[in-house]
């Protein structure tokens, strides 16, 4: 896969993009390994498709991860703490720390309701990579906040969405 340049950033053509120094260090990464390609490949396949269908941004810049929430000005900068998990109600519950970014806020952490465990990601496989542990983790907060988009559209929505998919 190639990153290729688009308006001020890279973009893999998905919710995941890069700005900054983002693509020299995934560049780094990857030639870190024997076979780049292949390393190039495992990540995209691990990280960033399971983003594809998502309509909030994750945003590496080389050094931060940052969640943008696509419905709201909100964004979340990860940070590289354990998460803590709890329970509510018979359910599983972690929270993330996070930097709540443009928004004034007291919490520093962004809590997900996990209603089955099967569902709970298995972030302590990533106890020894930062970036992997903040994309896992970053990937848990935009696909709660996807959730939470209503998926009733009105006329004029629907309208617009077609012009985009078929004009």
Do not use: C, W
């Not at 998905?14 to 990540?43: Q, T, V």
């Not at 519950?93 to 569902?119: A, P, R």
Request: overall charge negative; charged content about 30%.
């Amino acid at each position: 896969m190639k990153v290729n340049g688009v308006h001020n950033g890279q973009n893999f053509g998905m919710a995941f993009k890069l700005k900054g120094d983002g693509a020299i260090n995934l560049a780094e990464r990857f030639h870190s390994y024997s076979d780049p390609k292949i390393a190039e490949k495992a990540f995209v396949d691990k990280f960033i498709s399971p983003l594809q269908k998502l309509k909030s941004d994750v945003v590496y810049d080389g050094s931060h991860v940052v969640v943008h929430d696509a419905m709201s000005a909100k964004a979340f900068e990860v940070l590289d703490k354990d998460p803590n998990i709890g329970k509510y109600l018979d359910k599983t519950t972690i929270s993330y720390d996070v930097k709540s970014i443009g928004v004034n806020v007291d919490s520093n952490s962004y809590m997900k309701l996990y209603g089955d465990t099967k569902d709970v990601p298995d972030i302590s496989s990533l106890k020894n990579d930062e970036l992997e542990r903040k994309l896992l983790i970053a990937k848990e907060i935009a696909e709660d906040l996807d959730s939470k988009i209503p998926t009733i559209e009105t006329q004029k929505d629907t309208a617009s969405r077609l012009k985009n998919v078929f004009a």
